[in-house]
T-cell receptor, first 116, second 114 residues
Framework: NAGVTQTPKFRILKIGQSMTLQCTQDMNHNYMYWYRQDPGMGLKLIYYSVGAGITDKGEVPNGYNVSRSTTEDFPLRLELAAPSQTSVYFC???????????????FGNGTRLTVT | GENVEQHPSTLSVQEGDSAVIKCTYSDSASNYFPWYKQELGKGPQLIIDIRSNVGEKKDQRIAVTLNKTAKHFSLHITETQPEDSAVYFCAASMTTDSWGKLQFGAGTQVVVTP
């Protein structure tokens, strides 16, 4: 059971370059999320999706775009990389908690991005 | 919007002692409070969560308490072991379609020394 898989693990970009961070999950979860984690800070929500074809902005969406064409995949696109986007990016998936059971948000192991 | 504050930022404990991490939240509409453990180089992993209709929840050496009136919740780890060393995050959200839109605290680095 692979869970949430993120690629690449590490990437260095030059200012103004573009890239796509890949995220795929094999748990048939409807809900998927992108968070970023800056040093010494908690995670902040960039974008999320409640199902295929549906995406919405989180707390810090500027400079990013997402798409959700399938249940499994939720790529994050950086169009014009800036030094402020240097961070560790985490993708997560889950299902709505019901009564009486835990429904954890499953995180991938992250993509460490440096923009110079 | 919701704001979650977490204290302390670092916590050193002797193996076998207890560790307590405290969080406060600002939005009284929040009703879902998970705790995540993050080991070096890995993504956060849920260790326990609590909902606002419950005041306390335990799972082996881990317990979480919630005070809705004061808007604070705490993580208690008893009989700490070296493998408990990690960064711990508290978070808050609502058990609706917004459940996964977690507002995280800044994290607590826990170091358990043998």
């Amino acid at each position: 059971n692979a869970g949430v898989t993120q690629t690449p693990k590490f990437r260095i970009l030059k200012i103004g370059q573009s890239m796509t961070l890949q995220c795929t999950q094999d748990m048939n979860h409807n809900y998927m999320y992108w968070y970023r984690q800056d040093p010494g800070m908690g995670l902040k929500l960039i974008y999320y999706s409640v199902g295929a074809g549906i995406t919405d902005k989180g707390e810090v969406p500027n400079g990013y775009n997402v798409s959700r064409s399938t249940t499994e995949d939720f790529p994050l696109r950086l169009e014009l990389a800036a030094p402020s986007q240097t961070s560790v990016y985490f993708c997560a998936s889950g299902k709505l908690p019901g009564q009486g059971y835990n429904s954890p948000l499953h995180f991938g192991n992250g993509t460490r991005l440096t923009v110079t | 919007g919701e704001n979650v504050e977490q204290h302390p930022s670092t916590l050193s404990v002797q193996e076998g002692d207890s560790a307590v991490i405290k969080c406060t939240y600002s939005d009284s509409a929040s009703n879902y409070f998970p705790w995540y453990k993050q080991e070096l180089g890995k993504g956060p992993q849920l260790i326990i969560d609590i909902r606002s209709n419950v005041g306390e929840k335990k799972d082996q050496r881990i317990a979480v308490t919630l005070n809705k009136t004061a808007k604070h919740f705490s993580l208690h780890i008893t009989e700490t072991q070296p493998e408990d060393s990690a960064v711990y995050f508290c978070a808050a959200s609502m058990t609706t379609d917004s459940w996964g839109k977690l507002q995280f605290g800044a994290g607590t680095q826990v170091v358990v020394t043998p």
